[in-house]
């Protein structure tokens, strides 16, 4: 493995899932600062269309997973635009980030790991691996659902509070908090899990006898990556 891929873990695709992730969240914090809840809102909902635009033209395809978070970020985005209630789009990150982890979970009860369907094309781990890897991860979702919660119910809207020096109301601190806390928190947590996976990294001579024989597990991958 080389030096480069030992610091940058992330291929191409997982690259441009981050970005959009986060990237709509950065132009809202800017936004929200410069003209408020609505104008950061739109910025939201504007830049996830441009992330989704971008997905399909440099991956050739719409991910599964970016595509649902995508979608959701629009519709709690519209209804905090509809209503002028920033709770909305707030909110919207505590019931997905739970619904995902409940979800991840019962993909490990039932033997049908999400995460191993999406990435076995790029990582190739064992099936002990692979269910770490997304129980960690089911357990990252539960935690940063909660820390959403706890930042919320703690600042509020029409409130302004004094942060570093700076003079913020309770959704400009909620934003600081996703994108100077949870967003590089996020980062960091996929590296680390990324690097301690490489114990669990199938030899290269052993990838392709390890690909599932099963059409319907081929089926499943084709619909999880989008195509």
Known sequence: MSALKRLMPFNAEQTVNILSEFGPLVLMFVVNAMYG??????????????????????????PIFPLIASSVTMVFGALTIITGDAMWVQIKVTIFNLMFAVFLFGGLWLNRNFFKYVFEK????????????????AWFFVFTALANEAVRLSFHDHQIYNFLGLQMDGVGIWIAFKVAIIMPLSGLYAWYLTRVMQRFRLPDDHVGASAPAEPSSNAVKRAASGN
């Open 37 to 62: 809840i609505t104008a950061g809102t739109w910025a939201l909902i504007i830049s996830t269309v441009v992330a989704i635009a971008a997905m399909l033209i440099v991956l050739r395809r719409l």
């Open 122 to 137: 790029t990582f190739h781990y064992t099936e002990e691996g692979w269910n770490r890897f997304t129980w960690s991860f």
